[in-house]
């Protein structure tokens, strides 16, 4: 599933094919995603030229002259740039062809992606509204983790995963910087002592960034046929890596169960 990197890697490789470019046509080819594209959509958007493309949570904000495309990758959903005389795939959704002659085109085998559009500052829109903090944004501190863990007895890897807290720190992420932070996954939020909350809060930033650096680390190709692939995995220190020696201390890393999602961890790093 696409994460906070990836779909900033994605942004990343797509912004350059279509800032700047008018939408010649805007084609639904399948309406049927996690909500239907409004079948007003596609009139609207033609012959607007893209202004950015910007990044709120996981979702991409496409900004247009006269509102905005709204746009989320889902649990499969993969963006290509293609001439636009390349034929179409089975769960090929749609097509913003441009006026370069190229196509921005949306994939989604499992339909959970979503397209909207709408007019004003997206910030206003009911799916961004309510957003929490980005946790690479100013918002997201030490202050504001230990605050927010102060009354919470579930465990801190929950907490962070929480998007109503803080957006965008997946499965990957939050086991990941738990063990930078050293910080066993299981504890109580509101253990957590302030020099843990800071050092907690610039390991979520260290991995997402290291993680968009590297190109993510789940996502395969989202621009052109020769995408690269993410290269994150191969810097994972914990996750999916039950039973390997810890790359730290040498220890076997530990997997449990939270929440319905594998945690790993080592017993010895983490406290
Ligand atoms: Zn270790």
């Avoid at 779909?7 to 797509?14: F, H, P, Y």
Wanted: aromatic residues 8%; hydrophobic residues 35%.
């Amino acid at each position: 599933m696409p994460e906070l990197p990836e779909v900033e890697t994605t942004r990343r490789g797509i912004a350059p094919h279509i800032t700047g470019r008018r939408i010649e046509k805007l084609a639904v080819h399948d309406r049927r995603l996690r909500w239907p594209v409004s079948r007003a959509l596609p009139e609207w958007a033609q012959g607007q030229t893209i202004q950015a493309v910007r990044r709120r949570a996981k979702y991409l904000v496409i900004q247009l002259e006269r509102g905005y495309l709204l746009l989320h990758l889902g649990m499969s959903g993969s963006l290509l740039i293609l001439p636009e005389s390349t034929a179409l795939d089975t769960h090929d959704h749609f097509d913003m062809v441009l006026d370069s002659r190229w196509t921005m085109r949306f994939n989604d085998p499992r339909r959970f992606g979503s397209l909207h559009h709408g007019k004003g500052t997206p910030d206003t829109h009911p799916l961004l509204r309510n957003l929490a903090p980005e946790p690479l944004g100013q918002e997201f501190d030490s202050d504001y983790l230990y605050d927010v863990t102060r009354k919470r007895r579930v465990a801190i890897k929950q907490l962070i995963m929480n998007s109503a807290l803080v957006v965008g720190v997946g499965n990957i992420y939050a086991s990941e910087a738990l063990f930078r932070a050293k910080i066993r996954p299981g504890r109580a939020a509101r253990s957590l002592t302030r020099m843990e909350c800071m050092a907690l809060v610039r390991s979520i930033r260290f991995v997402l960034t290291m993680a968009i650096r590297h190109g993510g680390t789940t996502l395969r190709n989202y621009v052109g046929a020769g995408g690269e692939p993410g290269h994150f995995r191969q810097r994972l220190y914990v996750y999916e890596r039950a039973g390997q020696p810890c790359r730290t201390c040498g220890t076997k890393i530990k997997q449990r169960t939270q929440g319905q999602r594998s945690t790993y961890f080592c017993p010895k790093c983490q406290v």
